[in-house]
């Protein structure tokens, strides 16, 4: 996700949404997240529990640039499974969200889209504002009242699939 201003914080990922360590694995492994993603996660549940997996310890102590597995990978293992499919949708919710909320950084935010499209495998819940898309809906006669539109539709779909995760 080269294409990305900054990969998704930890910080911002959880104030919209709980991610298990299956989840996060997912992350890491797709590079949606960095490492220290996974490292501020193990510092975060470390500070709410009072009894912790000796790997949470071990993963919460290592810096940025340190292997997080086998660490992860344990973690991951001990939780109960969950669809994958399940999995990315989440993903596709928080990584458009991080988009959204850092567009004025990126110089062409409906182009990310694009290529967040590509690599979700063309997820038809974002179609309405996807910009190569064909729409029913008739022309604004500007490009900038269409535009507008494409980023009230991204908008609106942050706002109900936040509902939904």
């Known amino acids: 996700m080269k294409y990305l201003p900054s990969l998704p914080t930890y910080s911002f990922t959880s104030s919209l949404a709980t991610v298990s360590w299956r989840e996060i ?9 960095s490492r220290e993603f996974a490292i501020q ?9 009072d009894e912790y997996p000796e790997q949470l310890l071990d993963l919460a102590s290592l810096n940025k640039n340190d292997d997080i597995h ?8 001990i939780q109960p499974e969950l669809d994958e499919e399940v999995i990315l949708r989440k993903w596709l919710f928080l ?4 988009v959204y909320e850092n567009r004025e950084c990126c110089s062409d935010p409906l182009g ?3 290529q967040i499209y590509a ?4 997820p038809e819940s974002i179609v309405g504002f996807v910009r190569y898309m064909p729409t029913e809906e008739p022309d604004l006669g500007s490009s900038e009242k269409n535009t507008a539109r494409l980023l009230e539709k991204w908008s609106e779909f942050l706002e109900v699939e936040k509902e939904s995760i």
Do not use: N, T
């Not at 690599?119 to 063309?122: L, P, S």
């Open 25 to 33: 694995l997912v992350a890491v492994q797709k590079r949606f997240v």
């Open 41 to 49: 996660a193990a510092m975060a549940e470390l500070a709410l529990l």
């Open 70 to 77: 086998p660490y992860i990978d344990e973690l991951a293992s």
């Open 95 to 98: 990584i458009l969200a991080w």
């Open 112 to 114: 990310v889209v694009e």
């Open 119 to 122: 690599d979700f495998e063309y």
